[in-house]
């Protein structure tokens, strides 16, 4: 007679469960918002506040829709202010940050400069910017600029640096010239940082368009949404102040968005950050 010594398994392998889908990152921020808007709702109909103070939601929305077509001028101009402003911001941003890490001694002649344009309020030299450009656009174009500029560079020039020491000396044993190492080293180790740069000059190239023309006081048909709040505010039309405020704000989320989809596309598959995990 045999007998089997061999010891029996009779655990099974559970599965792990996979953490809640993304929606809930989407819903519980929007019914935190919804519950908020609600408050206010009643906030402002039980205390019977005047429109002209505080407006309800409900009067923000309906503002809104009302005045849709003027505002949408608005925005237009705002938006392209905006874009301009960041795609000049980004060129010189990314192109200057190269030419730093290709040559130390060009970084040390400029960097100061670039510092210099970031510490000094916009706000403060908006107005000679007024003054030495006729161009009120292209005025508001050069302050949004300004704004924008220094995430970008600062960003992407500590990603440049963040590079591996040991893969820099890999590449020096190669004998890699500078282009080869920049091409296939640095800016890979540069592009989450830029991107990170990209989210926060994105805002920031909206904060200074809307900033420049508060400072300018434009009016007139090629004007953006700071015009219409400033206009707003001098004929006591609260409800459409705080209406086209809802579409800057709306405006800066969507920025925001945008440039988070394309922080997943362009890392998601690779770097650390975007990679999703079963935490």
Not at 15 to 20: G, V, W
Not at 147 to 153: N, T
């Amino acid at each position: 007679m045999s007998t089997d010594t061999t010891p029996q398994n009779n655990w099974t392998l559970t599965p792990i469960k996979k953490p809640a889908g993304d929606w809930i990152r989407w819903v519980l921020p929007i019914l935190l918002f919804m519950l908020a808007l609600g408050a206010w709702e009643a906030f402002v109909r039980i205390r019977e506040i005047p429109h002209y103070i505080l407006p309800a939601p409900s009067l923000i929305a309906v503002t809104l829709w009302q005045n849709l077509g003027s505002l949408m001028t608005s925005w237009l101009f705002t938006m392209k202010i905006t874009f301009w402003a960041l795609f000049l911001a980004v060129t010189g941003g990314v192109l200057l940050a190269m030419l730093f890490a290709l040559n130390k001694w060009v970084e040390i002649s400029l960097f100061p400069f670039a510092i210099v344009l970031q510490v000094t309020p916009i706000v403060a030299i908006a107005p000679l910017i007024l003054i030495f450009i006729d161009s009120t656009t292209a005025a508001l174009l050069l302050c949004a600029w300004i704004v924008a500029f220094f995430p970008i560079l600062s960003n992407t020039v500590i990603g440049l640096r963040s590079a591996d020491h040991n893969l820099r000396d890999l590449f020096t044993l190669y004998r890699a010239n500078r282009w080869q190492t920049l091409r296939h080293l640095l800016i890979p180790s540069a592009m989450p940082y830029f991107i990170a740069g990209l989210k926060v000059a994105g805002g920031l190239s909206l904060i200074g368009a809307v900033v420049a023309e508060f400072t300018a006081g434009a009016a007139g048909k090629e004007t953006g949404l700071a015009s219409r709040i400033l206009e707003a505010s001098f004929r006591t039309e609260i409800p459409k102040m705080f209406a086209a405020l809802v579409l800057v704000s709306l405006t800066g989320i969507a920025i925001y968005l945008i440039f988070n989809l394309v922080g997943k596309l362009v890392l998601g598959h690779w770097h650390e950050s975007e990679v999703k995990t079963d935490r």
